[in-house]
């Protein structure tokens, strides 16, 4: 039935929640019996009996035969309890019980013929460590030996329920089939972050040791609405319950979910650091320091160079890059004046950076390098070499058909450069060099006359 804690606060019942889950209650108001804590020490003397069973009992005249019916007077269940069943009706087993020297009561024994006409039942004993503890082992009866050994055999499952198995005693823990350790991680912290709100179950085979690995593990979350609304846990031995327990505690540590946007961020700034660290070493190892502008036309002059670039002093042109990395924009930026210094008739067809120089290749056969003071900046579109801006085009070998009447073959590369050599219908062959010329090296162009068959080569 539906409940309220000590602040009125309403809870779900185990009746509603069956009803709102499957739609049924499986008539747990009548099969479900609460009983005292003085009654869970010898759980397995209580049964239920329908009235459908006890009828048929006493039609075989066995009825009440090693056996009673519970009362008020055996102070077993509270007066709500006892008055709810209709169904059902709790009986007991006849049984003897000692008290020994030091006050403790035993069962010495009982008739188990009850067990036997009541079929199978589901017993369930929280707080175990109170009714056999290992502390005072001397206070488990040998009919709890007994039973416990022999429960299989009438239907019985019994569920044990307590923080440590250690707390109960080994005779009763040993003789379990298996044992289920859940943990909350939620009360758990991994170094300064606190783990996620989820329990674990590990099931071992009979007692749960360090050594032994768990046949099974499942992991699941609390069902805080529903099933888990269905109990007070606040109550326990000496306890009223309807408080809050724990709920409601501070939780310590990070939340675990900060880890995810925390290690992107830390991935983003690694990547960040790395680029700008691999950048400024590969200025200072490929580039060393900046060029100054006067050694550019000092350097220009005395290679015999005329450009408009020599003929502009360093303090008339300030802004004069001296770092093949600047951007487009800081070209333009710094571009001269006089816009006929820009031409389309050369342009940039490649360049290549060394270990500590850059080679910027031309249209018209000249190779530049930045070490000699030639390159002032290098860009994927544009370039500046001898204080001009020329754009870079990547030229691709140009085929004809082969209906043309020329014949074009390629043959291995000649001082790292490829030769391409084309012969018209006329006999007329010409090879051109393509690709990275060597320094100031001009493109050839070698016509001469082939000798065909039928015709003498001219003489001198």
């Known amino acids: 039935?539906?409940?309220?804690?000590?602040?009125?606060?309403?809870?779900?019942?185990?009746?509603?929640?069956?009803?709102?889950?499957?739609?049924d209650d499986f008539n747990c108001r009548e099969r479900v019996f609460r009983i005292s804590d003085d009654a869970v020490k010898n759980f397995y003397l209580y049964r239920a009996l329908s009235r459908k069973m006890v009828a048929r009992l006493e039609s075989k005249g066995c009825h009440l035969v090693g056996y009673r019916q519970v009362t008020l007077m055996d102070n077993v269940m509270t007066p709500e309890e006892f008055n709810f069943h209709k169904d059902y009706q709790l009986y007991v087993c006849d049984h003897e019980i000692r008290e020994d020297k030091n006050g403790r009561k035993q069962l010495v024994s009982f008739n188990p013929i009850l067990l036997e006409h009541s079929g199978g039942?589901?017993?369930?004993?929280?707080?175990?460590?109170?009714?056999?503890?290992?502390?005072?082992?001397?206070?488990?009866?040998?009919?709890?030996?007994?039973?416990?050994?022999?429960?299989?055999?009438?239907?019985?499952?019994?569920?044990?329920?307590?923080?440590?198995?250690?707390?109960i005693d080994s005779v009763i823990v040993d003789r379990c089939q298996e044992s289920v350790v859940l943990t909350h991680?939620?009360?758990?912290?991994?170094?300064?972050?606190?783990?996620?709100?989820?329990?674990?179950?590990?099931?071992?085979?009979?007692?749960?040791?360090?050594?032994?690995?768990?046949?099974?593990?499942?992991?699941?979350?609390?069902?805080?609405?529903?099933?888990?609304?269905?109990?007070?846990?606040?109550?326990?031995?000496?306890?009223?319950?309807?408080?809050?327990?724990?709920?409601?505690?501070?939780?310590?540590?990070?939340?675990?979910?900060?880890?995810?946007?925390?290690?992107?961020?830390?991935?983003?700034?690694?990547?960040?650091?790395?680029?700008?660290?691999?950048?400024?070493?590969?200025?200072?190892?490929?580039?060393?320091?900046?060029?100054?502008?006067?050694?550019?036309?000092?350097?220009?002059?005395?290679?015999?160079?005329?450009?408009?670039?020599?003929?502009v002093s360093s303090s008339s042109s300030p802004e004069r890059l001296t770092s093949p990395a600047a951007s487009e924009k800081q070209i333009a930026d710094v571009r001269p004046h006089n816009e006929n210094q820009a031409t389309n008739e050369v342009y940039c067809v490649g360049y290549v950076t060394l270990p500590r120089d850059l080679l910027v290749f031309m249209s018209d056969g000249e190779t530049y390098s930045y070490a000699d003071g030639e390159v002032q900046a290098?860009?994927?579109?544009?370039?500046?070499?001898?204080?001009?801006?020329?754009?870079?085009?990547?030229?691709?070998?140009?085929?004809?058909?082969?209906?043309?009447?020329?014949?074009?073959?390629?043959?291995?590369?000649?001082?790292?450069?490829?030769?391409?050599?084309?012969?018209?219908?006329?006999?007329?062959v010409s090879v051109t060099y393509i690709g990275a010329p060597r320094a100031r090296q001009p493109v050839r162009s070698s016509p001469f006359v082939s000798h065909t068959q039928g015709i003498q080569p001219p003489s001198d």
């Open 185 to 311: 991680h939620g009360k758990m912290t991994f170094g300064r972050l606190r783990r996620p709100d989820v329990f674990t179950a590990a099931t071992y085979a009979g007692r749960p040791q360090p050594s032994k690995e768990p046949m099974s593990t499942k992991t699941f979350r609390l069902d805080r609405a529903g099933l888990a609304a269905c109990y007070d846990t606040s109550a326990g031995v000496g306890v009223t319950g309807r408080g809050d327990a724990d709920r409601g505690a501070r939780k310590r540590g990070i939340p675990f979910w900060t880890i995810f946007p925390a290690g992107l961020v830390a991935i983003c700034l690694v990547i960040l650091v790395y680029k700008a660290g691999m950048g400024w070493i590969h200025q200072k190892l490929a580039f060393g320091k900046p060029v100054p502008s006067h050694s550019v036309i000092a350097s220009n002059s005395a290679r015999g160079k005329t450009s408009v670039g020599d003929a």
């Open 121 to 167: 039942h589901l017993n369930i004993a929280d707080e175990c460590w109170k009714f056999w503890p290992a502390r005072s082992w001397q206070s488990t009866s040998e009919t709890d030996v007994f039973y416990n050994a022999q429960h299989g055999k009438v239907g019985d499952d019994c569920l044990f329920i307590t923080h440590r198995h250690n707390d």
């Open 378 to 428: 290098v860009t994927k579109r544009l370039v500046r070499v001898m204080g001009r801006d020329y754009p870079v085009r990547r030229r691709e070998p140009e085929y004809l058909e082969s209906n043309s009447g020329v014949v074009r073959s390629i043959s291995q590369p000649v001082g790292g450069m490829e030769s391409y050599e084309s012969r018209d219908s006329a006999g007329n």
């Open 1 to 23: 039935m539906p409940w309220a804690t000590k602040k009125q606060e309403l809870r779900c019942g185990l009746v509603s929640y069956l009803e709102g889950k499957h739609g």
